[in-house]
């Protein structure tokens, strides 16, 4: 039996859905492209992001990498040989694994991270599906610990 089952099935289909939906942009939209799905409110925009989550650290690419390393590594580690998981802390670390492995990917082999993801009507940042892992999974942690008696 595979300790922290959701863990893993979470980590990779999260790690799976970022990918294929960066690909999928790559190959139907030019860099600065952008397609509406909603005018003025929802779009898919191809942008290539050098910062962090949301365009944070614009020029950190380089720590950022080996960050992703170190988080995704502390991650499999805390699977493998931390304690028992909660299953809603399986959600949220296989979550904010997704992320840091599909963030990190891109960032090795191209320097900066592929977001599409164009949330007008709020002017917010341009992201994607990996940097919704990263927050959902702080959503379910958080979630869990605010449950947790004193």
């Not at 997704?98 to 709020?122: E, K, P, S, Y």
């Not at 992201?127 to 990263?134: M, V």
Request: aromatic share 14%; glycine share 12%; with cysteine.
């Amino acid at each position: 039996m595979v300790k922290h089952r959701t863990f893993w099935v979470v980590a990779g289909l999260g790690l799976l859905l970022d990918q294929l939906s960066k690909q999928w942009v790559v190959q139907q939209l030019g860099l600065g492209e952008s397609w509406p799905l909603w005018t003025g409110v929802l779009h898919v925009t191809y942008v290539l992001n050098t910062g962090a989550a949301f365009s944070l650290f614009g020029q950190g690419t380089i720590w950022l990498r080996w960050l992703s390393v170190a988080v995704s590594g502390a991650l499999m580690v805390l699977a493998v040989a931390g304690p028992r998981l909660s299953r809603l802390e399986q959600w949220g670390y296989g979550f904010i694994l997704a992320g840091a492995v599909g963030n990190g990917i891109d960032r090795f082999r191209l320097g900066a991270v592929i977001d599409f993801i164009d949330v007008r009507a709020i002017g917010f940042p341009i992201f994607n599906l990996a940097d919704t892992w990263i927050n959902l999974g702080l959503i379910c942690l958080f979630w869990h610990y605010l449950r947790q008696p004193r």
